[in-house]
C-alpha cells in the first residue's frame, strides 16, 4: 500500500505544467512611429539604413539624411547612378514606402593620370585610395565626390614637394555599360618643381642663428619639401628652446623657395 501512495506522488509530479495562454502583441499604430518599411527595387539589405527605421519615432529630416547616406552606400557598391526615393502613407503609423533604382554596376578598369611629370606614381594611387582599397582604385567602385575631395589632397601634396604651380584638374570617367566598367583619366599641369633657394635666420644671437640653420639640415639647391621642412624647424625649436617663426617666398628667379627664420627669446 505504501509503494501504491508514493507511485501515484511520482506520477502526479511529473505532470506537465498547464499552458497559460498569453495575449497577442499589438502593433503600436501610433501616428508618430514608422509602422512599416517596404523596398522595391532593391532588398531591404541593399537600404539596411532605413531599413532599420521600423518602429522608431518618425523623423522626416532624420528619414531624408539617412537615404542619403543608404544612397551613398549605393555609389560605394558600384552602382554610381543609385537613386532612392521615399513616400510616406498613413496606415499603422507611419508607412514608408521606399523605391530604389539602383541602374547599372561599374568597376574601375582603368585609372589613369595624365602628366609627365615624375611625382611617384604610388603616391599619386595611394592618394585617390578610399574605404580599404575599394573605392576609387582599380577593381573597385568609383565614387566621384570623394575622388574630387582625394585630388584636392593630391594637389596639396603637389605643391608641398616642390611643384608649387601645379594643378590638379577634374577626373573625366569613361563608362562601358555592356562590360559594367569604368576608365578614369585625371589630367594634371604639374608646371617647375621649385628648389630651395637662400635659407636665412634673423634675431637673437650669431650663434644662435648659425644654430638653427644648422638645426633645419636643408640645403641650397636641394628640391624643396615641406615635410622635411616642417621636421627641421621642429627640431630647431627642440634644440635652441626658442620661438622660432617661419617664413617662405618664391625666389625672384621663380624657381626657387628662400627660406628665413626669425629667432625670438634669450642670449644664448
Same mark, same amino acid.
Given at each position: 500500500?505504501?509503494?501504491?501512495?508514493?507511485t501515484?506522488?511520482?506520477?502526479?509530479g511529473?505532470?506537465?505544467?498547464?499552458?497559460?495562454?498569453?495575449?497577442a502583441?499589438?502593433p +503600436?499604430?501610433?501616428?508618430?512611429r514608422?509602422? #512599416? &518599411?517596404?523596398v522595391?527595387?532593391?532588398? !531591404?539589405?541593399d %537600404?539596411?539604413? /532605413?531599413?532599420v527605421?521600423?518602429?522608431?519615432?518618425?523623423?522626416?529630416?532624420?528619414t531624408?539624411?539617412?537615404a542619403?547616406?543608404?544612397t551613398?552606400l549605393l555609389?560605394v557598391?558600384?552602382?554610381?547612378?543609385?537613386r532612392?526615393?521615399?513616400?510616406?502613407?498613413q496606415g499603422?503609423?507611419?508607412?514608408?514606402?521606399?523605391?530604389?533604382?539602383?541602374?547599372?554596376?561599374?568597376?574601375?578598369?582603368?585609372l589613369?593620370?595624365?602628366? +609627365?611629370?615624375?611625382f611617384?606614381?604610388a603616391? #599619386? &594611387?595611394?592618394?585617390?585610395?578610399d574605404? !580599404?582599397?575599394? %573605392?576609387?582604385? /582599380?577593381g573597385?567602385?568609383?565614387?566621384?565626390?570623394?575622388?574630387?575631395?582625394?585630388?584636392a589632397?593630391?594637389?596639396?601634396?603637389?605643391?608641398?614637394?616642390?611643384?608649387i604651380?601645379a594643378?590638379?584638374?577634374?577626373p573625366v570617367?569613361?563608362?562601358?555599360?555592356g562590360?559594367?566598367?569604368v576608365?578614369i583619366?585625371?589630367?594634371?599641369?604639374?608646371g617647375?618643381?621649385?628648389r630651395?633657394?637662400?635659407?636665412?635666420?634673423?634675431g637673437?644671437?650669431?650663434?644662435?642663428?648659425?644654430?638653427v &640653420?644648422?638645426?633645419?639640415?636643408?640645403?641650397n639647391?636641394?628640391?624643396?619639401?615641406?615635410t622635411q621642412?616642417?621636421?627641421?624647424i621642429?627640431?630647431?625649436?627642440?634644440r635652441?628652446d626658442r620661438?622660432?617663426?617661419l617664413?617662405?617666398?618664391v625666389?625672384?628667379?621663380?624657381s626657387?623657395?628662400?627660406?628665413?627664420?626669425?629667432v625670438?627669446?634669450g642670449?644664448r
Open positions: 500500500m505504501q509503494r501504491l501512495i508514493l501515484a506522488i511520482v506520477l502526479i511529473c505532470q506537465p505544467a498547464p499552458q497559460v495562454a498569453y495575449p502583441v499589438t +503600436d499604430c501610433s501616428p508618430e514608422i509602422g #512599416r &518599411v517596404s522595391h527595387g532593391a532588398t !531591404l539589405s %537600404v539596411a539604413p /532605413l531599413a527605421l521600423e518602429g522608431t519615432f518618425d523623423d522626416r529630416e532624420r531624408g539624411r539617412i542619403e547616406v543608404a551613398e555609389h557598391r558600384g552602382y554610381p547612378n543609385a532612392i526615393e521615399i513616400d510616406r502613407a499603422c503609423g507611419i508607412e514608408l514606402d521606399i523605391a530604389v533604382a539602383l541602374g547599372s554596376r561599374y568597376k574601375i578598369t582603368q589613369a593620370f595624365d602628366t +609627365d611629370d615624375v611617384p606614381q603616391e #599619386r &594611387v595611394e592618394a585617390v585610395e574605404a !580599404l582599397g575599394t %573605392v576609387n582604385t /582599380l573597385g567602385s568609383y565614387v566621384q565626390d570623394r575622388m574630387v575631395r582625394a585630388l589632397a593630391l594637389e596639396r601634396r603637389y605643391h608641398e614637394s616642390g611643384w604651380d594643378t590638379v584638374g577634374k570617367a569613361t563608362y562601358d555599360e562590360r559594367g566598367s576608365s583619366t585625371v589630367p594634371i599641369v604639374a617647375p618643381r621649385y630651395i633657394g637662400e635659407i636665412r635666420a634673423h637673437a644671437s650669431r650663434s644662435a642663428r648659425q644654430a &640653420v644648422a638645426a633645419l639640415g636643408l640645403r639647391g636641394d628640391w624643396y619639401d615641406a621642412l616642417r621636421t627641421g621642429d627640431r630647431a625649436r627642440r635652441l620661438r622660432i617663426e617664413r617662405i617666398e625666389g625672384n628667379d621663380h626657387t623657395i628662400d627660406i628665413e627664420a626669425r625670438t627669446g642670449e
